[in-house]
């Protein structure tokens, strides 16, 4: 059972490696960036609101994610093999209702694995990627507001001690070995 949480900027490879890990070990992949895209696709009440916050490159209000992921985190999938948290927690408030949520549930975290890659490789590798949201300006206010609100939880999963720190440059298999020998899997 694996139960961890990818951090690091947007375009930091959290979403790749994320899914990597998860379809070679069975593991729920929670994505709350797929499912926040897939609600304004849908046009259902949730995605009209997140729609107007993405738009600007704003984060989607706390109460609206913690209710999705404590539904996501409730499935029958989850409770059998773990899970991996990608794009969540965002901010401190966010953090401690993960750790509320998970402590209910019985499924302590076993790692926050973050991705460390600078502003200036984040602003080639999100323009590379052509999505019509992904403007230079855009991006740059992203950064922003992942430095202001996300950075914090750096220090928060230090402290606790489950932060693992890994540089996301470079090939994409050697950043995967990293992450699973940090994990304890045997690749």
């Excluded at 690091?8 to 979403?15: E, F, I, M, S, V």
């Excluded at 994320?18 to 992949?29: G, W």
């Excluded at 609206?64 to 409770?79: N, P, T």
């Excluded at 502003?119 to 430095?147: C, H, M, P, Q, S």
């Amino acid at each position: 059972m694996i139960r961890v949480v990818f951090l690091g900027p947007p375009g930091a490879g959290k979403g790749t490696q994320a899914v990597r890990i998860a379809e070679k070990y069975n593991v729920p992949h929670i994505s709350t960036g797929d499912i926040l895209r897939a609600a304004v696709k849908e046009g259902t009440e949730l995605g009209k609101i997140a729609k107007e916050y993405m738009d600007k490159g704003e984060l989607v209000p706390d109460e609206i994610i913690i209710g999705i992921i404590k539904d996501r985190l409730s499935q029958e999938d989850v409770k059998e093999n773990g899970f991996i948290l990608d794009g969540f927690p965002r901010t401190l408030p966010q953090a401690e209702a993960l750790d509320k949520m998970l402590e209910e549930l019985g499924m302590p975290l076993d790692k926050v694995i973050y991705l460390n890659v600078d502003d200036e490789e984040i602003v080639k590798r999100l323009l590379a990627r052509g999505r019509a949201d992904d403007t230079e300006d855009v991006i740059r206010n992203r950064l922003k507001v992942y430095r202001e609100q996300t950075s914090p939880l750096i220090d928060y999963y230090t402290k606790k001690g489950l932060l693992v720190e890994i540089n996301g440059v470079g090939d994409i298999d050697e950043i995967t070995k990293k992450i699973e020998e940090n994990l304890g899997l045997n690749g």
